[in-house]
């Protein structure tokens, strides 16, 4: 087994990131996002749903701003 590959990432809108990976190789993959609260600047940290296919959602909470995505992976056991 080995980790999901071909995966990509982006954030489509200020309500979070999304992402995919083409290959799971046996593995799991999720999106990640980083959302800006604008009255304070601070930056938190949302993960999606694991996921073997399909596209994963990471959402913002409350007034936060996505700001950057990314993508998480893992071997399934």
Not at 33 to 46: H, Q, S, T, W
Request: contains cysteine.
């Amino acid at each position: 087994m080995a980790h999901p590959t071909g995966c990509s990432y982006e954030v489509p809108g200020k309500w979070g990131g999304v992402a995919i990976c083409s290959k799971t190789n046996g593995g799991a993959y999720r999106a990640l996002v980083l959302c800006k609260n604008p009255d304070n600047g601070k930056i938190y940290n949302y993960a999606g749903q694991w996921r073997i296919t399909g596209f994963s959602y990471a959402y913002c909470q409350g007034n936060t701003i996505a700001s950057s995505a990314g993508v998480e992976t893992r071997y399934n056991n």
